[in-house]
């Protein structure tokens, strides 16, 4: 006899206790399964993402709601501890200690939190959280992975076995960051000798992967980037940044080539080039995609998504058409040609926050809050999610020959095996 539209948030962990949440009316409903008594209840907003957690003695309840702040509820007297008030905006719940006095959450940026229910919290980061995995990509060949870390370095690891074979990098301190990503975006060179990585500062770094020094540095206002993107394989870099500019660099020797001429100025958070390096799709602040013929710099559309918080995007390796997805969003694909909507993908619904498509475009990769789900485009039906409750996926890498893939997450990164009967090859951290 729940709510109607009510969704189940929360499963305690002897099983006797459910927390539910109604998207429609926004009641959430903690109550216990045998006797259908309800032992708390308070509202929350409509239509939302909620993730929650019940401590193992049923007398607390954690609850986030999508873009609102961490909410600690004392169960026994239905009212919500004062000491909530000091956690960081956004912190997300994922699991109480037994004794119930400690709640282990998550941030906006990903990286893990140890509050203290008591009438002063006090939060403090493990030494290791600086070295979660970040970004992640895989060399051309497929035989090593490159990590990117919250302190700014770098690790090449071998993809066999996980084995760490060389870090560098320029460590940047948790008070430099203020809460902000060491790096929004990474990739590698064609011929996997160089790693080309952005971040917070306004700079541009190139790295060299077999010596681990910096090749060079490009640096000032327009190379504050939100992403990066290789034209043609060539010496030429396309970046963009955060107040809207699209700028060609020569990576030789770091100068501008050219620039695109942008009405609007909207932000940009993602740039992605076609495989034939003709085409340039922009997602912009607003959720619209612009798609710009490079040789030109000419705006040929823009697709109105009609989209709230896109954030992950794919080109099909024919370069016909563009998939979007997002945290509170749907995935859709885009023809690129008429910017026309061709379909969505039923089965993914939203949650999605990063997407990698495989060379063939048959197979699509989607990390979502609590998984990574394996589509196959062209039968148009999911043929594998791997996952935990506690995971939250950071970045994918698809390897050339499309065999494996990898991912970094929140508890560590992982090479899996594409193949059906594969075991996956760890690294670092074993969760799968």
């Not at 998550?106 to 006090?122: A, P, Y």
């Not at 749907?330 to 993908?345: A, N, P, Q, V």
Request: charge should be negative; proline fraction near 3%.
């Amino acid at each position: 006899s729940l709510p109607s539209h009510a969704t189940l948030v929360a499963l305690a962990d002897d099983g006797s206790t459910i927390c539910s949440y109604s998207r429609y009316g926004g009641l959430v409903q903690v109550l216990v399964l045998e006797s259908e008594n309800i032992l708390d209840e308070f509202k929350v907003g409509v239509d939302n993402e909620l993730l929650s957690v019940i401590s193992q003695d049923k007398t607390k309840v954690a609850v986030w709601e999508t873009n609102s702040d961490l909410r600690i509820r004392d169960i026994q007297t239905k009212t919500d501890l004062k000491a909530h008030q000091t956690l960081p905006k956004r912190s997300q719940p994922i699991i109480f200690t037994p004794d119930n006095g400690i709640l282990f959450t998550r941030t906006e940026e990903g990286t893990l939190q140890i509050v203290s229910i008591d009438e002063e919290i006090n939060i403090e980061r493990p030494e290791n959280d600086a070295k979660q995995p970040q970004l992640i990509a895989l060399t051309p060949d497929g035989s090593q992975l490159i990590h990117s870390y919250h302190d700014g370095t770098f690790a090449v690891l071998d993809s066999s076995n996980g084995e760490t074979l060389m870090s560098f990098g320029n460590r940047v301190g948790v008070e430099q960051l203020q809460g902000r990503l060491a790096f929004h975006s990474l990739i590698i060179t064609p011929d996997g000798s160089k790693v080309i990585v952005a971040g917070y500062r306004p700079s541009i770094e190139v790295w060299s992967l077999i010596e681990g020094t910096l090749v060079n540095h490009f640096s000032g206002e327009e190379a504050h980037c939100t992403s990066l993107a290789l034209i043609n394989q060539t010496q030429r870099l396309v970046t963009s940044t955060i107040d809207g500019n699209i700028i060609v660099w020569n990576l030789a020797d770091g100068t501008i080539h050219k620039r695109f001429e942008r009405s609007g100025k909207s932000g940009i958070r993602q740039i992605l080039v076609t495989p034939n390096s003709n085409k340039l799709a922009a997602l912009t602040d607003t959720n619209d995609i612009e798609l710009w013929a490079i040789g030109t710099r000419t705006l040929r559309r823009v697709i109105k998504t009609r989209s709230s918080q896109l954030e992950a995007m794919v080109i099909t390796s024919d370069g016909k058409a563009i998939i979007t997805s997002g945290p509170r969003d749907e995935t859709k694909m885009w023809d690129l040609e008429t910017g026309s909507f061709i379909r969505g993908i039923e089965s993914w619904k939203r949650g999605v926050t990063t997407m990698a498509i495989s060379s063939g475009s048959q197979l699509i990769l989607a990390g979502k809050q609590t998984e990574v789900t394996i589509y196959d485009l062209k039968a148009n039906k999911t043929l594998r999610a791997l996952g935990s409750k506690n995971l939250r996926t950071y970045s994918l890498s698809l390897s050339p020959d499309d065999s494996a893939f990898a991912l970094s997450t929140s508890h560590g990164s992982a090479i899996v095996s594409l193949s059906p009967n594969s075991t996956p090859s760890q690294c670092e951290t074993n969760y799968l």
